[in-house]
Nanobody
Framework: QVQLVESGGGLVQTGDSLRLSCAAS????????MGWFRQAPGKEREFVAC????????SYADSVKGRFTISRDNAKNTVYLQMNSLKPDDTAVYYC???????????????????WGQGTLVTVSS
């Protein structure tokens, strides 16, 4: 069973930066892509970013491109989301997710992620 534990959320002001972490356990971390999603109050969950197992490929939602960076440290079984120039619209619960197929790049396709963390809340005040 794969376990994902997010951390790093909090309350920040517009323009601030924050780094989220997601620690994974339970299987060969480097074989699977990892993704970040978010869900704002009253809205559906949406894709934020994805990174391949090796870290060589990344993809981003248009809304965060140029501001957010996804990365991973396979030696630490951890994926990160560096968030810069935060806006109130970035306020959401952020979830990390682990891909279901080794070597695949799920991107924004939720059903291609097999495991999800419990989420960490990011609040950006104006």
């Amino acid at each position: 069973q794969v376990q994902l534990v997010e951390s790093g959320g909090g309350l920040v002001q517009t323009g601030d930066s924050l780094r989220l972490s997601c620690a994974a356990s339970g299987r060969t971390f480097r074989s699977y892509a990892m993704g970040w999603f978010r869900q704002a109050p009253g809205k559906e969950r949406e894709f934020v970013a994805c990174i391949s197992g090796t870290g060589g490929m990344t993809s981003y939602a248009d809304s965060v491109k140029g501001r957010f960076t996804i990365s991973r440290d396979n030696a630490k079984n951890t994926v990160y989301l560096q968030m810069n120039s935060l806006k109130p619209d970035d306020t959401a619960v952020y979830y990390c997710a682990a891909g279901s197929v080794p070597g695949s790049m799920p991107g924004s396709i939720e059903y291609m992620y097999a495991y999800w963390g419990q989420g960490t809340l990011v609040t950006v005040s104006s």
